[in-house]
């Protein structure tokens, strides 16, 4: 039996002022993938991320969320999305614990109540995620890399079905990025979460992930990283020559 698919893209395009940035992208994400999405810089991997959680619209072609056209699609929280980092400023009036709590309004609602269901759910991922001991500290006042494991813990308080992260670990010590790969792997493994890594580490794809895409500007490359990684197909991406160190956790 198939995987169901999470993410259909068929024919995508998307242009900023006329200049296109994606040209008939066609990719199928199915349940339970983990999928690394590289590319030079510019060739489109974030805007292909924002059109895929329909922030951006393709001027053509067609995008499907969990088997529903995006423009029809409601059911936003079984989707964690980590956007590319920015650095909160330390006077973001916000503490930890309430900028993982702000990610369960897509189920709640704006204006609703938390639950004690709510109060749990945060709990748990802020557990999860060894932050109890932040959870009332302004999250500007914590270091780059425990405010992108605030972010990550946001992205994960719904029990998303699917985990979108763009660039999550610049800026990150290696320590926390091994972290950071053992817990993507246990939530892939243990409940099957469909997760989308794009990266510009060349090498992460090659020891963490599943299944790669190539993107520049077209869908390159789609499928094992192994093969990709020993074909020509690299060098015309990125520069000849690169060579891909790999290691295991
Ligand atoms: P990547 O994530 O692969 O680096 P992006 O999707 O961020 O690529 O950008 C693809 C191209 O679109 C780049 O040339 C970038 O300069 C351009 N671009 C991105 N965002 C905008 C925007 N808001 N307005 C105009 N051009 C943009």
């Given at each position: 039996?198939?995987?169901?698919?999470?993410?259909?893209?068929?024919g995508?395009?998307?242009?900023?002022?006329?200049?296109?940035?994606?040209?008939?992208?066609?990719?199928?994400?199915?349940?339970?993938?983990?999928?690394?999405?590289?590319?030079?810089?510019?060739?489109?991997?974030?805007?292909?991320?924002?059109?895929?959680?329909?922030?951006?619209?393709?001027?053509?072609?067609?995008?499907?969320?969990?088997?529903?056209?995006?423009?029809?699609?409601?059911?936003?929280?079984?989707?964690?999305?980590?956007?590319?980092?920015?650095?909160?400023?330390?006077?973001?009036?916000?503490?930890?614990?309430?900028?993982?709590?702000?990610?369960?309004?897509?189920?709640?609602?704006?204006?609703?109540?938390?639950?004690?269901?709510?109060?749990?759910?945060v709990?748990?991922?802020?557990?999860?995620?060894?932050?109890?001991?932040?959870?009332?500290?302004?999250?500007?006042?914590?270091?780059?890399?425990?405010?992108?494991?605030?972010?990550?813990?946001?992205?994960?308080?719904?029990h998303?079905?699917?985990?979108?992260?763009?660039e999550?670990?610049?800026?990150?010590?290696?320590?926390?990025?091994?972290?950071?790969?053992?817990?993507?792997?246990?939530?892939?493994?243990?409940?099957g979460?469909?997760?989308?890594?794009?990266?510009?580490?060349?090498?992460?794809?090659?020891?963490?992930?599943?299944?790669?895409?190539?993107?520049?500007?077209?869908?390159?490359?789609?499928?094992?990283?192994?093969?990709?990684?020993?074909?020509?197909?690299?060098?015309?991406?990125?520069?000849?020559?690169?060579?891909?160190?790999?290691?295991?956790?």
């Amino acid at each position: 039996m198939s995987a169901r698919p999470v993410v259909e893209l068929a024919g995508v395009c998307y242009e900023y002022d006329g200049e296109r940035v994606l040209d008939d992208v066609t990719l199928t994400i199915e349940e339970g993938d983990f999928l690394g999405i590289i590319g030079p810089n510019g060739a489109g991997k974030t805007t292909l991320l924002k059109v895929m959680l329909g922030l951006l619209r393709p001027s053509c072609g067609t995008v499907r969320l969990f088997g529903t056209d995006v423009s029809r699609f409601q059911e936003w929280w079984r989707i964690g999305y980590l956007p590319q980092g920015t650095a909160f400023d330390p006077r973001f009036p916000a503490t930890v614990e309430e900028v993982v709590a702000s990610g369960r309004v897509s189920r709640q609602g704006v204006g609703r109540l938390f639950t004690q269901a709510d109060r749990e759910a945060v709990e748990h991922v802020l557990e999860l995620l060894g932050l109890l001991d932040e959870r009332n500290r302004r999250i500007g006042h914590l270091s780059l890399g425990q405010q992108q494991r605030v972010l990550i813990a946001r992205a994960l308080v719904n029990h998303p079905d699917l985990i979108v992260l763009d660039e999550p670990l610049v800026g990150v010590d290696a320590p926390s990025q091994e972290q950071f790969y053992r817990l993507l792997h246990r939530l892939n493994r243990e409940q099957g979460t469909t997760l989308v890594l794009v990266t510009h580490d060349v090498g992460v794809i090659a020891s963490e992930v599943a299944k790669l895409a190539c993107l520049n500007r077209q869908l390159i490359y789609h499928g094992c990283p192994e093969d990709f990684l020993e074909s020509e197909a690299l060098a015309k991406v990125y520069r000849p020559g690169v060579r891909i160190v790999s290691h295991t956790h």
